[in-house]
């Protein structure tokens, strides 16, 4: 059993979450995929089913120490970063309007559901680390919630729109393949998207000022150790970040190995915790 670690936090999602409006461009800049637009046309890379599993598992080894992403729906907890309660398969928070906006899709799909009640006092916390009008039957609620497929499919596609399709449309704009890819997924999950200086924008474009994607005729190799040194950089900034093993021990070890293509089967580490995909 992987030893249990505080989750990380997000210090940029409630940047990310006022740029919902904007506009789809892939490069040189990502910004977030608006709801309803058109999805990223070819699964030829992360977004191929077989490794959209594979992220996700990855993504769950670190946020959650398992393998068992699915599991995540029912979580649920205030980790104490200021981002009031963190729950979800990707850490939806209370504090930074994504959890809102979860609760929302799930309202419009599913009206008089179990967390419905509970859209007001998540609007007026919204930007804080505040429970006001959520305890002490709001973590009941989203368990039990957890258990509809409803929900469960709502946290999917919120997933999926605020997180996973801008950062595969951002590295195939890149010219990079799966395992990049999945660099670009993990960081927007980590510190979403913004203006802040360890946004994943911000992380691109430190890596810029050191190397260039394919797209732009650098190297593949290249490009992503640039990327990811960026990433341990932007990391190193937050004392919730400090533990790089993620990309250390994690993407550091696909890209030596030159899977570029994150084929199975994978074996790395995460805050010391051993994992294996076959």
Not at 218 to 246: I, K, P, Y
Request: hydrophobic share 35%.
């Amino acid at each position: 059993m992987p030893t249990p670690h505080i989750r990380t936090s997000r210090p940029s999602r409630r940047t990310l979450l006022t740029l919902l409006g904007a506009t789809v461009v892939a490069a040189p800049l990502l910004t977030t995929q608006l709801a309803g637009a058109a999805p990223v046309a070819a699964a030829d890379g992360l977004d191929d089913p077989a490794k959209k599993e594979i992220a996700m598992k990855l993504v769950s080894s670190a946020e959650n120490s398992s393998l068992d992403w699915k599991a995540q729906y029912k979580y649920i907890e205030d980790i104490g970063d200021g981002r009031g309660y963190t729950a979800g398969i990707i850490g939806f928070c209370s504090g930074t309007g994504d959890m809102l906006d979860l609760v929302e899709l799930y309202t419009q799909r599913e009206p008089g559901n179990v967390l419905a009640g509970y859209l007001p006092a998540l609007r007026d916390v919204d930007g804080s680390d505040s429970h006001d009008g959520l305890d002490p039957d709001f973590p009941d609620a989203w368990e039990q919630a957890a258990g509809d497929s409803a929900f469960q499919q709502a946290q999917n596609d919120e997933r999926d729109r605020v997180y996973f399709d801008p950062a595969v449309a951002q590295g195939k704009a890149d010219g990079i393949g799966t395992l990049g890819q999945f660099a670009y997924y993990d960081a927007i999950v980590m510190h979403g998207d913004g203006g802040d200086p360890t946004s994943f924008s911000s992380i691109r474009k430190r890596a810029l000022g050191n190397a260039k994607p394919p797209a732009q005729g650098g190297d593949e190799v290249t490009w992503l150790n640039a990327f990811l040194d960026a990433r341990v950089w932007a990391m190193q900034q937050e004392e919730a970040h400090s533990d790089t093993s993620r990309v250390d021990t994690a993407q550091r070890v696909f890209l030596k190995n030159g899977n570029l293509d994150l084929d199975t089967p994978l074996d790395w580490k995460v805050y010391g915790d051993s994992f294996h995909i076959g």
